[in-house]
């Protein structure tokens, strides 16, 4: 069964128990996403900063008259995409649509403790969410500080997306967890020191002792697969697994 790790992030009216959801957005390591904003959240919780930085990134057109869901079916059958705008109660049947594309999901966000919280709620509590979504999140912010850089880093400019100073909508920032993450997951390129010391895996290589490897990176990122030999601090995790896998470790 494949399992599709799915990027997200939400607004909502204030750090506190009786906040309410404003958006929601997703984008899976695929590309489909999904982007919601709500009417009915509590707009005597909009205070002034919130009116700018986040009200102001709505973008879905108002609605008309009676109608009380927008959902773009035709993008979201052509190409996995699928964007909503009504009440919440009105939301749950849309987004599990939306997940029923992927067999397994993982979900990823960024210090979403509130988060987390508002996305089961959309399907009234935690025993409720779609059964094709692992019931465990999974933060951006803990990928961060395995990997030795600052959970607290500015997140725009770490993972360099310039489409623009979008941030507090939620699709765009759940765009920018999605890069986040593939950029800490990323084969390094050239001779860079990845810092084995980083991962658990440090323990099975010798820092200073050479070893012998079938790959190496070149200057422009490609890979040169003639026989080469590394100091255990310049393995990447992938060639120490080889390694170990051919019981050279």
């Known amino acids: 069964m494949t399992t599709t790790k ?11 128990q009786g906040t309410t959801l404003i958006s929601i957005g997703m984008i899976s390591e695929c590309g489909k996403t999904f982007y919601a904003e709500l009417i ?9 900063w919130l009116q700018e930085n986040v009200i102001s990134k709505l973008y879905l057109p108002e609605l008309i008259g009676d109608e009380e869901a927008r959902i773009d079916y035709s993008e ?6 699928c964007t909503y705008k ?30 987390w919280v508002l996305f089961n709620n959309i399907f009234g509590h935690a025993f409720n969410i779609p059964k094709n979504v692992y019931y465990i999140p999974f933060d951006i912010c803990t990928s961060f500080k395995e ?12 993972s360099e997306l310039k489409e623009g100073v979008q941030k507090h909508n ?13 950029k800490l997951h990323q084969e390094p390129h050239g001779t860079v020191n990845v810092l084995v010391k980083k991962s658990y895996l440090a323990r099975f290589v010798d820092a200073e002792k ?18 080469f030999f590394l100091k255990g601090e310049d393995l990447t995790e992938n060639q120490i697994l080889e390694l170990f896998q051919n019981q050279l470790l």
Not at 6 to 16: A, C, S, V
Not at 40 to 48: A, G, L, P, R
Not at 90 to 106: P, R
Not at 147 to 158: A, G, H, L, Q
Request: proline share 3%; hydrophobic share 30%.
């Open 6 to 16: 799915i990027f997200f992030d939400t607004e909502f009216t204030g750090l506190h």
């Open 40 to 48: 009915d959240y509590d707009k005597s919780q909009v205070d002034e």
């Open 76 to 81: 979201f059958t052509k190409k996995g995409n």
């Open 86 to 115: 009504g009440v919440h109660d009105l939301l749950y049947e849309t987004l599990k649509d939306w997940l029923s594309q992927f067999e397994k999901v993982e979900m990823w966000g960024d210090c979403l403790s509130y988060d």
């Open 147 to 158: 990997n030795s850089v600052d959970p607290d880093i500015n997140r725009e400019e770490y």
């Open 170 to 182: 939620a699709l765009w920032d759940a765009k920018v967890i999605k890069a986040c993450y593939d």
């Open 210 to 227: 050479m070893y012998p490897v079938s790959y190496t990176f070149n200057a422009d990122g490609s890979v040169n697969k003639e026989p």
